[in-house]
């Protein structure tokens, strides 16, 4: 690892990156979070990355809410039981993925990014029901999905809010607007449970966290300005990162294998 100043400093850059681009794109993110722990801040271990950063992109989302809810775009009700029902599966995941070796695991991460950025180069029907209520036919659609969501987040240490957008859209019928702004509460309670599970086993860099949160926070607010700005744009901005996803995954695959 390189010097401690220059570990900070790249830690909170990197953290700022991540911040933006979940406020920007909800759904993928955070998915660079553990590539950028590994290749960039220097971390060696794949499952500290991953517990490290699972702990921060918890934080940022928790934060990044707050500006989707004063923009009234979050559906609580239904955000809520889908991140309840995908806590217990965040769990799980997370406790299988701390048994299994960690290249093996950087593989299986490689693969996920993959599908992340597949999912995003789809375009995406933005129409749907903004006045959607929570009822119980939708709660019993929201519960199977949000716990096989959570169980994703949680093994690949990812906030799976590309699974949760347009879970959310099936389940309900929601704009994507509100999936994406709502799929920032179960980031943040999937991120929250699988950094727990991790940190019982000591698998967390705190210091690190620390940085990390600090650049995302303010990442974050340049992200929700963005997001404004992009709103014109949007699938185009979409599909580059998507591009730009598939070339870290990558190289993700080919360090996993030995490269």
């Given at each position: 690892?390189?010097?401690?100043?220059?570990?900070?400093?790249?830690?909170?850059?990197?953290?700022?990156?991540?911040?933006?681009?979940?406020?920007?794109?909800?759904?993928g993110g955070s998915v660079l979070a553990t590539p950028l722990l590994l290749y960039v801040v220097g971390l060696r271990d794949p499952h500290i990355a991953v517990g490290t950063s699972?702990?921060?992109?918890?934080?940022?989302?928790?934060?990044?809410?707050?500006?989707?809810?004063?923009?009234?775009?979050?559906?609580?009700?239904?955000?809520?039981?889908?991140?309840?029902?995908?806590?217990?599966?965040?769990?799980?995941?997370?406790?299988?993925?701390?048994?299994?070796?960690?290249?093996?695991?950087?593989?299986?991460?490689?693969?996920?990014?993959?599908?992340?950025?597949?999912?995003?180069?789809?375009?995406?029907?933005?129409?749907?029901?903004?006045?959607?209520?929570?009822?119980?036919?939708?709660?019993?659609?929201?519960?199977?999905?949000?716990?096989?969501?959570?169980?994703?987040?949680?093994?690949?240490?990812?906030?799976?809010?590309?699974?949760?957008?347009?879970?959310?859209?099936?389940?309900?019928?929601?704009?994507?607007?509100?999936?994406?702004?709502?799929?920032?509460?179960?980031?943040?309670?999937?991120?929250?449970?699988?950094?727990?599970?991790?940190?019982?086993?000591?698998?967390?860099?705190?210091?690190?966290?620390?940085?990390?949160?600090?650049?995302?926070?303010?990442?974050?607010?340049?992200?929700?300005?963005?997001?404004?700005?992009?709103?014109?744009?949007?699938?185009?901005?979409?599909r580059l990162f998507a591009v730009l996803i598939l070339l870290v995954a990558s190289y993700v695959a080919w360090r996993a294998l030995g490269g």
């Amino acid at each position: 690892m390189p010097g401690w100043a220059e570990t900070a400093a790249l830690a909170a850059g990197s953290g700022a990156l991540v911040g933006a681009l979940l406020a920007l794109f909800g759904g993928g993110g955070s998915v660079l979070a553990t590539p950028l722990l590994l290749y960039v801040v220097g971390l060696r271990d794949p499952h500290i990355a991953v517990g490290t950063s699972a702990a921060a992109v918890a934080f940022n989302a928790a934060v990044n809410v707050i500006g989707h809810w004063w923009g009234r775009r979050v559906k609580w009700r239904c955000a809520w039981v889908f991140a309840l029902a995908g806590f217990a599966g965040s769990l799980a995941g997370s406790t299988i993925a701390k048994h299994v070796d960690g290249q093996r695991l950087l593989l299986y991460f490689a693969i996920a990014m993959a599908a992340i950025a597949l999912s995003m180069l789809r375009r995406t029907a933005s129409t749907g029901d903004p006045g959607v209520r929570l009822s119980w036919q939708l709660t019993l659609r929201l519960v199977p999905i949000g716990l096989a969501t959570g169980f994703a987040a949680g093994f690949f240490g990812i906030g799976g809010g590309f699974l949760i957008v347009p879970g959310l859209m099936l389940a309900t019928g929601m704009p994507l607007a509100n999936a994406a702004a709502s799929s920032l509460v179960s980031v943040a309670i999937f991120g929250a449970a699988t950094a727990a599970n991790y940190a019982v086993s000591g698998l967390v860099n705190w210091p690190i966290t620390a940085l990390f949160i600090a650049g995302g926070v303010a990442g974050g607010a340049s992200g929700l300005r963005g997001a404004r700005l992009l709103a014109a744009r949007a699938h185009l901005a979409r599909r580059l990162f998507a591009v730009l996803i598939l070339l870290v995954a990558s190289y993700v695959a080919w360090r996993a294998l030995g490269g």
